[in-house]
């Protein structure tokens, strides 16, 4: 193959992929293992004791029958939930409001050098507090963009176990339904959600 390759023959474009074919192809695979070769398979792909176990502590307050786990612990599994924009509707908060906190959040998110529950929870409450929103109606988006529903294991533990990658996967799916920022709007917002982080003072100097 090396001596085949040619990189006058490579394209500068961005990759395109057929994720349906590439899904086919993975459900051909999956078809030609034997049961015993799956359930090892299935056993290794989220056989993680350590996530396992935090799962486990995350569902145990809720469940009364181990048959209620699989829809307690169903969206620590999954790629994205099932959304749509009426889910993200607030009696508190506007629709830009909405829009910002979920940008907002990735934007801090993404500038962690450190991924545990101290810092995730510091850096929703603090937006929170700073777009002096109150918790409990700033959060309901967040348990919608990360478990598809309100009714959740707390969803900023959820973030942490899950990890950044599909955290990250997630909030930006949900910002797509509800409506991410214009070219327009994202230069006005990059420069609130920086003067947010200022004494108040300051922010209202720089305004």
């Known amino acids: 193959m090396i ?19 590439l899904n086919w192809l993975n459900g051909q695979w999956i078809k030609a293992l034997s049961p015993a070769e799956l359930l090892d398979t299935l056993l290794a792909w989220k056989a993680d004791r350590a996530k396992l176990e935090e799962i486990a502590a ?28 009426e889910q993200f509707e607030s009696k508190k908060l506007s629709d830009e409001q909405v829009r910002q906190s979920l940008q907002f959040v990735i934007w801090r998110l993404e500038s962690l050098f450190t991924w545990n529950n101290d810092t ?22 967040f348990f919608i963009a990360i478990a598809g ?11 942490v176990t899950i ?27 990059e420069k609130l959600n920086e003067s947010l982080k200022l004494p108040k003072n300051e922010a209202v100097d720089q305004a």
């Open 58 to 85: 995350a569902i145990q307050p809720r469940i009364n029958l181990l048959s209620e786990a699989v829809n307690w612990s169903a969206h620590y599994f999954n790629h994205f939930p099932t959304l749509s924009k």
């Open 3 to 21: 001596e085949h390759f040619d990189i006058k023959r490579v394209s500068l474009g961005g990759p395109i992929f057929d994720v349906e074919k």
């Open 120 to 141: 995730v929870s510091q850096t929703l409450m603090d937006l929170a507090a700073q777009m002096e929103i109150k918790l409990r109606d700033f959060m309901p988006a």
């Open 149 to 159: 529903s309100t009714a959740s294991t707390p969803v900023m533990q959820t973030m």
């Open 163 to 189: 990890g950044p990658d599909l955290t990250f996967a997630r909030l930006r799916h949900a910002l797509e339904i509800v409506g991410g920022p214009s070219k327009k709007e994202l230069k006005v917002w």
